[in-house]
């Protein structure tokens, strides 16, 4: 019986076990992993996972060969994107590679008064207090980036608040209004630009977005049915045309847009 069919005839039974899997995946992370070095030697597992990579690959069903190597690709990936994270002791080394903050800290004026949607952990909106000499408040709904962002970043030009959109938008005016890996996480993207182009009435608005092309697995994963964006939280991913089309409808004309990285960087105004 499949899944669908399980939820339709017997939805007791797909709660349980979905309940089930939540608790044994919640009480999996909790198990401590250093002391699994001693037992787990690299040199003899590095050699093992080899070997079992090996091993996907050889299925006679060379779709779902591809299939099991990237879903292992992505396991990889986003543990690495953990260890990243750790590495810069709490803050992703993506900010610190990449650059992607001087896009924005170039873009922003001293003085300014900056809206930072979608704020994070506050690694950006701290930049453009610090190196723009902008006041900066941000909004998230994560209690838990709140407060890393709070006792990570203090200053008298910097506020944190717990919020979402749209609702979450404050009132009053702002010059800026910063929307970093934000929109591809929203259903209506229109109504929330719209929504905040009302109520802040910025001059400019700067976003960051990922771009749907950013790698030959990315087509290759649709092709053999797996979900194609990065985050399965994702709404959508961009290429430079639906972005600017998107902004568009939303009432705004894009002046400036790069993508680097496999990222749209871009800046736009209200029309």
């Known amino acids: ?3 669908t ?3 339709l005839c017997c939805p007791g039974v797909e709660v ?4 089930t899997r939540r608790a044994a995946s919640a009480a999996a992370r909790r198990i401590p992993r250093r002391p699994f070095r001693f037992l787990m030697p690299v040199r003899v597992w590095r050699g093992l996972f080899r070997f079992w990579l090996s091993v996907l690959a ?3 069903d060379k779709r779902r060969a591809v299939r099991e190597l990237l879903t292992s690709y992505d396991d990889v990936y986003r543990r690495l994107d953990q ?3 750790a590495y810069d002791g709490g803050v992703h080394v993506k900010h610190r590679l990449t650059r992607y903050h001087d896009f924005f800290v170039e873009r922003v004026r001293p003085g300014e008064r900056v809206l930072d949607l979608g704020s ?3 690694e950006l909106a701290h930049d453009l207090v610090v190196r723009s000499g902008a006041s900066v408040v941000g909004i998230d709904n994560d209690p838990s980036h709140l407060s890393f962002a709070r006792s990570r970043f203090r200053d008298d030009r910097l506020e944190f608040r717990e919020g979402d959109l749209p609702k979450g938008i404050p009132e009053g005016h702002f010059d800026v209004v910063v ?3 934000v929109l591809e996480h929203i259903d209506d993207r229109t109504e929330l630009l719209r929504a905040v182009v009302a109520s802040a009435a910025p001059s400019r608005l700067l976003f960051r977005v990922p771009v749907y092309a950013r790698d030959w697995t990315v087509p290759l994963k649709e092709e053999v049915g797996l979900p194609p964006y990065w985050d399965p939280d ?3 991913e961009y290429d430079p045309r639906t972005f600017e089309s998107e902004l568009s409808e939303a009432g705004l004309e894009v002046s400036e847009l790069v993508v680097n990285w496999g990222e749209i960087w871009a800046v736009a105004a209200p029309r």
């Not at 349980?16 to 309940?19: A, L, S, V």
Request: aromatic residues 4%; charged residues 25%; positive net charge.
């Open 120 to 122: 994070g952990k506050g």
């Open 58 to 60: 050889a299925h006679p």
């Open 83 to 85: 260890a990243a994270i």
């Open 1 to 3: 019986m499949g899944t």
């Open 179 to 181: 929307m970093s890996n």
């Open 16 to 19: 349980r076990r979905g309940w």
């Open 5 to 7: 069919a399980r939820r």
């Open 234 to 236: 994702h709404e959508i």
